[in-house]
C-alpha cells in the first residue's frame, strides 16, 4: 500500500480522466455552436477555435430555406405522439399493475419485448398500407406508428413505476370509495410526476430525432420534419458548413434546453422508473 | 381468490391491493387501447411482412426470395456487420461502468460532470453524423490535431479506411450512447448503502478491490439491462447512424453495410420489397434471440413483484 | 397495393393497345394522343434536380414557370428541388403510392428506362409529337420499343477533367495530353506533395463518373456495355476490364489526394477552386464556374480525360442529357407535355443559357450566342460526344459493383483484377434477382 500516492494521486487522475471525457463528450456540440458563426473559410482554418469574426449569415441562409415549416411540423409530429403514447402508456400501465389477471405477465412479457424489432423491419408494410390509404405524407400516420414504437418501452417503465405505489395509500382510496378512474386520476398520477415527466423527456428526445421513418413516409416538402430537412441540407450545402452548423444549432437548441432544465428530475425519474424490478 | 385486500407478502413497497378475480374484464379496458394500436402497428406489420416475403409482384414463390436472400454476400456482410457492432457493447459497458465509479467517487462537481456525460444522448443522430463526418476526415481537425501532436501513427483514415470505417461507426454510437449507462449505473451505486462502502475503506481495501467486490455484484442486474438494451440498439436500431455517416452508401465498399440499410436499399432504391421482406423476416427471428433473454428477465422480475 | 398495380398495368396496357389502334402507326407511337388543354383549374408538381450541377437553374425553372403560368392563368406548378442522395428514394417511394409529382427529374439512359419499366411514366413520345421530339438531343438515350420515354432538358458533358495551367506552370510541367503524360505529371506532383487531381468518393457518385470516362475508352459502342449487362459478354472480359487496371495505375501514380475516401465528391472539387489541386473533373454545366473561380480561361484548360486507349470514344467526352419524364399517374400528362414542350421554346432556350451557362438539350439552340472558350469547346465535344457508360447499366449494378469498387480500389484494398471480377459476379446476381432484367436490357439493345 502506498497511502501517500492514493491519497494525491487518486483524485488528480480521476479529475484528469473526467476532463478528459467531458472534453471528448463536449466536443463535437461545441465545433457546432462556434461553426454556426464563422465563415467556411474561418472554419477550415481553425475549427477548434473560438469565432473571430462572429457572423450570422449561416442562421440567415438557413432560416430563409424550408426551416420554420419543418421545424413546426416536427414539433407537431412530436407532441402529439409523444402526449398521446404517454396517456395511452399510462393506462395500460396501471391496468397491468393493479390487477391480477391470467396471461398478465406473458402479454406484459410480449409487450415489451416489442422493443426489439428494428423499425425497418415494420416499414415496408406499414408504407405500403399508408400509400393504399392515402395517408403518406399525412401527420396521422406518421403519430400513429410513432405512439406505436414508443409504447412498449413506455409501458415498461410505468408499469415498473406504478407498482411501487404504496399499498397503503390505494387501500385507504378504495375504503373512501373511489373508483378506480378516481383513484388513477387523483392519487396515482400526481404521484408518478418523475416519472411521467422523464418519460415525456425520453420520447421526445426519440420522436424528435428520428429519421427513418420520417424520411420515407413523409415525401412531401411541406410535411418534412427537421430531420429530413436537415439531412438533406447537409448534402445540398455540403460547401458551405456554417449553413449545415447553423441548421444543425438550431435543430439542437430546443432539446438542449429542455435537458438542461428537466435534468435532474429527468435522471431521478429515468433510475427510479428503471432500476426497480431488476 | 376472494376479493378484497390479500394480504402484503411483498418487499415493501410493492402495491398490496390486487383487485378481484383473475376473471375480471377491468384491466382489459385500461389496456384496451394500448393493444390497439399495437396489433395494428406491430401484429399487421409482421403478417404482412411474412406474406409478401413470400411472394414476388402478387404471385406465390414460396421461399425463392430467401434463397436469394440467402446467397446475396451482401446480406451476409449485412449480418455479420451487426454481429462485429455486438462485440462492441461489453466494451460500451466496461466504459460506462468505469465512468460511473469515477462519478461516484467524486464529490465535488458530481452534477456538472454527470450533465455533461449525458448530453450526447441528447443529441439528434444526424447531427452527430454530420460533425464527425467533418471532424473525421483524413485530413479533418482530429487527424490535424493528432499529427501535430506527434501521434500521426494513429491518425487513421476513419471514415475512408474500410478496415477501420465499421469501428469508427461503433467508436460514434459508444460516444453517443455511454452517457445512459453512466446515468443508470451512477443512480444504482448512490442507492447502495454507504455502510459497506466505510467498511470495506476501514478495511483498507483499495479502489479496485472495493469496486470489484461491491459494486459490481450490486449494479449486475442494471448492467444485464443496459447490455441487453445496447445489444438490441447494435442490430436494430443503428440505421441512422450508418445512413448519415456514409450518405446512405454502406462505405467504403461495403464496410459498414448493416442489415437495416440492406433491408432499406431493396426496398426503397432498388424497388424490390419482396427481396426487402425476405431479408426483414430474416431479421426479425433473429432478434426473436433476443426477446427470448428479455423475455425471461421480465418474467423473473415479474414474478418476483407479483 | 399488387392487386392495384396490377390493374393499373393491366389498364396502361389495355389503352395503349387501344391507342395503336387509333392511330394505326404500328410501334412508332409517334402520333400523340389527341387531349385537349383543359379549362379548369390545373395544379403540376415538379421534382427536379440540377442546381447542384448547373447553379442558376433554380432561379431558371422560377422565372420559367412565371412566364408559363402568364400564358396558362389556370395552371399552377409547384417545383420542388431535390438533393442529391434523395433525388431516386424520393420517387420511388411517391410511385408506389402513386402520389407525388407529375413532372420527375430522370438523370439519362437506365435512370429514365427503369422507372419505364416499371410502368411508373409514361412515354413523353406520346404526348409530344416525333417532329418536335427529333431536335431534342441525346434522345436515343431514354429510346426504348419504339418508344421515347423522358424529354431531355438539358445537356450533360460526361465529365470534363479541368488543368489548372498555373499550378503546372509553378512547378515547371506543361498540360498533359496522354495518359502516359498525365502519369509522369502525378508523378511529379505527388513527389512535391500537391494533389493532381481532386476527388472525393465517400458518396460514392464519382465512381460512377471515372466507370464512364475511363471505362469508355476501349469500348466499340454501348451495346458492349449492355451485352455484359445481359451476359453476353462478360465484365472481366479485357476490353471492359482493362480500366480497373488504368484507375489502380493511377493511385499508384499518386494522383489523387489521399483523403479521397473521407471527401465527398462536391467537397473535394473545393480544393481545385481553393489552389489545392492542379486538377479536378466537374460536371459539363458546372465547369465555367469552376474555370472563373480559378482564374478564367487563361488559367484553366478544360478537356476530356487522356486517353489510354484508342477506341472510337477515346479523347471524347461522354455526351447525355438530363430529362424530364410524366410520371404514370398525373391527372394532367398533356399540359406537363406542354410545359416541357415550351421549355424547348427558343426563348427559353436562351433563358436557359443566359441563367446557368449550360447547354440545353436541343439542337435549334443558337450556338452562335456561345462565346466563352470553354463553353464552347464543352458545347462542342458534347455534340460530337461518345456514350456516357453510367447511364446503360442498371442503378444497383451502378451502386453495388462500380461505387464500391473504386472506393475500395482507391483505397488500396482491392486489386483491378478482383474489382472486375466483383462487378461481373454482381451482375451476375443481379440477372437472377431482378427476374425482368435481362428481358428489359435485350430489347432495350435493340
Not at chain 2, 398490496?16 to 379496458?29: D, E, I, T
Not at chain 3, 431516386?88 to 417511394?93: C, D, R
Not at chain 3, 486507349?309 to 400528362?333: E, N, R
Not at chain 3, 475500395?408 to 478482383?418: D, E, M, N
Amino acid at each position: 500500500m502506498i497511502p501517500l500516492a492514493r491519497r494525491y494521486g487518486g483524485p488528480t487522475v480521476r479529475y484528469v480522466l473526467l476532463s478528459v471525457f467531458a472534453l471528448v463528450a463536449l466536443l463535437p456540440t461545441y465545433v457546432m455552436f462556434t461553426g454556426a458563426f464563422k465563415s467556411q473559410d474561418q472554419f477550415i482554418r481553425s475549427p477548434f477555435g473560438l469565432p473571430l469574426e462572429p457572423s450570422l449569415d449561416g442562421f440567415v441562409r438557413v432560416w430563409s430555406a424550408q426551416f420554420p415549416v419543418w421545424f413546426m411540423n416536427s414539433v407537431v409530429v412530436t407532441g402529439a405522439s409523444v402526449i398521446l403514447t404517454v396517456a395511452v402508456a399510462a393506462l395500460a400501465a396501471w391496468g397491468f399493475a393493479n390487477w391480477s389477471f391470467r396471461g398478465k405477465s406473458g402479454l406484459l412479457a410480449v409487450i415489451i419485448s416489442l422493443m426489439v424489432i428494428p423499425p425497418v423491419v415494420l416499414l415496408i408494410p406499414l408504407f405500403q398500407v399508408g400509400a393504399q390509404l392515402g395517408w403518406i405524407s399525412t401527420y396521422r400516420l406518421l403519430i400513429l406508428i410513432y405512439i406505436g414504437l414508443m409504447l412498449p418501452f413506455s409501458i415498461f417503465m410505468l408499469t415498473n413505476f406504478f407498482s411501487t405505489v404504496p399499498g397503503s395509500i390505494l387501500e385507504a382510496a378504495r375504503v373512501d370509495g373511489a373508483s378506480s378512474w378516481t383513484t388513477f386520476t387523483r392519487i396515482v398520477l400526481p404521484l408518478s410526476k418523475a416519472p411521467l415527466a422523464t418519460l415525456a423527456i425520453v420520447n421526445v428526445l426519440w420522436a424528435w430525432n428520428e429519421l427513418l421513418l420520417a424520411l420515407v413516409l413523409m415525401q412531401s416538402d411541406d410535411k418534412k420534419t427537421l430531420m429530413i430537412g436537415l439531412t438533406g441540407f447537409q448534402s445540398r450545402y455540403s460547401l458551405d458548413i456554417p449553413t449545415v452548423m447553423a441548421g444543425m444549432s438550431i435543430a439542437t437548441l430546443p432539446l438542449l434546453v429542455v435537458y438542461l432544465i428537466g435534468q435532474r428530475s429527468f435522471i431521478q425519474g429515468l433510475t427510479a422508473g428503471s432500476i426497480k424490478g431488476e | 381468490m376472494t376479493g378484497g385486500v390479500a394480504p402484503s407478502t411483498l418487499a415493501p413497497g410493492r402495491i398490496a391491493v390486487r383487485r378481484s378475480s383473475p376473471g375480471s374484464w377491468q384491466p382489459w379496458l385500461w389496456i384496451a387501447p394500448a393493444i390497439a394500436v399495437l396489433l395494428a402497428i406491430f401484429g399487421y406489420s409482421i403478417v404482412a411482412l411474412f406474406g409478401e416475403s413470400l411472394t414476388f409482384q402478387g404471385d406465390w414463390v414460396g421461399l425463392e426470395n430467401f434463397g436469394l436472400i440467402f446467397s446475396d454476400p451482401l446480406f451476409t456482410t449485412g449480418l455479420l456487420h451487426n454481429g462485429l457492432l455486438l462485440l462492441a457493447v461489453p466494451v460500451l459497458a466496461a466504459f460506462a461502468t468505469f465512468f460511473a465509479v469515477l462519478l461516484f467517487e467524486t464529490k465535488r462537481g458530481l452534477g456538472f460532470y454527470r450533465a455533461v456525460v449525458f448530453m450526447p444522448y441528447v443529441l439528434a443522430v444526424p447531427v452527430v453524423a454530420v460533425v464527425f463526418g467533418q471532424l473525421l476526415q483524413r485530413n479533418g481537425p482530429i487527424n490535424e490535431a493528432l499529427r501535430s501532436a506527434g501521434l500521426s501513427a494513429i491518425a487513421l483514415d476513419w471514415l475512408g479506411d474500410p478496415n477501420v470505417a465499421l469501428w469508427t461507426m461503433a467508436g460514434v454510437i459508444m460516444w453517443k450512447e455511454v452517457g445512459f449507462g453512466v446515468v443508470l449505473i451512477l443512480a444504482r451505486m448512490l442507492t447502495v448503502s454507504t455502510e459497506m462502502y466505510e467498511a470495506a475503506k476501514l478495511d483498507g481495501a483499495g479502489f479496485w478491490r472495493t469496486h470489484w467486490s461491491i459494486t459490481l455484484p450490486e449494479i449486475r442486474p442494471i448492467l444485464g439491462f443496459y447490455v441487453v438494451t445496447e445489444a438490441i440498439t447494435m442490430v436494430s436500431w443503428v440505421f441512422n447512424y450508418v445512413y448519415v455517416l456514409t450518405n446512405g452508401q454502406g462505405g467504403p465498399g461495403n464496410a459498414t453495410v448493416v442489415s437495416e440499410l440492406y433491408i432499406y436499399r431493396n426496398a426503397f432504391q432498388y424497388q424490390q420489397p419482396e427481396l426487402a421482406a425476405a431479408a426483414a423476416v430474416i431479421l426479425f427471428l433473429g432478434t426473436m434471440l433476443f426477446v427470448i433473454v428479455f423475455v425471461r428477465m421480465q418474467r423473473r422480475s415479474l414474478r418476483v413483484s407479483s | 397495393m399488387t392487386t392495384t398495380r396490377k390493374l393499373a398495368g393491366a389498364l396502361l396496357v389495355a389503352t395503349a393497345l387501344v391507342l395503336t389502334a387509333c392511330t394505326g402507326a404500328g410501334s412508332g407511337g409517334s402520333t400523340p394522343v389527341n387531349t385537349a388543354f383543359p379549362t379548369e383549374k390545373v395544379k403540376l408538381t415538379m421534382w427536379w434536380w440540377g442546381e447542384q450541377e448547373a447553379p442558376g437553374a433554380q432561379k431558371y425553372v422560377d422565372e420559367a414557370i412565371a412566364a408559363y403560368e402568364k400564358k396558362h392563368p389556370n395552371v399552377t406548378i409547384d417545383a420542388v428541388l431535390q438533393t442529391t442522395d434523395g433525388l431516386v428514394p424520393s420517387f420511388q417511394t411517391a410511385a408506389a403510392s402513386k402520389t407525388g409529382p407529375d413532372i420527375e427529374y430522370f438523370w439519362g439512359g437506365t435512370n429514365a428506362l427503369t422507372p419505364a419499366w416499371q410502368k411508373q411514366i409514361t412515354p413523353i413520345s406520346d404526348y409530344i409529337p416525333k417532329e418536335e421530339l427529333s431536335h431534342y438531343l441525346n434522345a436515343t438515350e431514354e429510346t426504348y420499343d419504339g418508344k421515347v420515354w423522358t424529354a431531355p432538358w438539358y445537356v450533360q458533358p460526361s465529365f470534363p477533367l479541368l488543368i489548372r495551367k498555373d499550378v503546372l506552370a509553378k512547378n515547371g510541367l506543361s498540360v498533359p495530353t496522354t495518359w502516359d503524360q498525365l502519369m509522369s505529371v502525378c508523378d511529379a506532383l505527388s513527389s512535391k506533395g500537391i494533389t493532381t487531381i481532386a476527388g472525393g468518393v465517400k458518396d460514392g457518385w464519382f465512381g460512377g463518373w471515372l466507370y464512364s470516362i475511363l471505362g469508355s475508352q476501349d469500348l466499340s459502342s454501348q451495346s458492349d456495355v449492355l451485352a455484359a449487362v445481359v451476359g453476353t459478354q462478360s465484365f472481366t472480359d479485357a476490353k471492359q476490364a482493362e480500366w480497373w487496371t488504368r484507375l489502380a495505375e493511377s493511385k499508384q501514380h499518386g494522383c489523387w489526394n489521399n483523403d479521397i475516401n473521407s471527401l465527398e465528391l462536391y467537397q473535394a472539387q473545393q480544393r481545385f477552386v481553393d489552389g489545392a489541386a492542379a486538377m479536378t473533373i466537374t460536371a459539363g454545366t458546372d465547369a465555367p464556374n469552376f474555370v472563373k473561380k480559378a482564374g478564367g480561361d487563361a488559367n484553366v484548360e478544360v478537356t476530356a480525360m487522356p486517353s489510354w486507349a484508342d477506341g472510337p470514344y477515346a479523347g471524347k467526352l461522354g455526351s447525355s442529357s438530363q430529362t424530364l419524364g410524366i410520371t404514370s399517374w398525373s391527372k394532367y400528362p398533356q399540359v406537363a407535355a406542354d410545359f416541357i414542350m415550351f421549355l424547348h421554346t427558343s426563348a427559353q432556350l436562351d433563358a436557359w443559357y443566359a441563367a446557368t451557362g449550360a447547354m440545353p438539350a436541343d439542337d435549334r439552340f443558337d450556338l452562335s450566342q456561345v462565346t466563352s472558350p470553354a463553353k464552347k469547346k464543352l458545347f462542342d465535344m458534347a455534340s460530337h460526344g461518345g456514350p456516357y457508360l453510367e447511364n446503360y447499366i442498371p442503378p444497383q449494378l451502378d451502386s453495388d459493383a462500380v461505387f464500391k469498387n473504386v472506393q475500395l480500389v482507391l483505397q488500396g484494398s482491392t486489386t483491378p483484377a478482383q474489382a472486375a471480377a466483383d462487378m461481373e459476379a454482381t451482375a451476375k446476381r443481379l440477372r437472377s434477382t431482378d427476374r425482368t432484367l435481362v428481358k428489359n436490357y435485350t430489347v432495350w439493345a435493340r
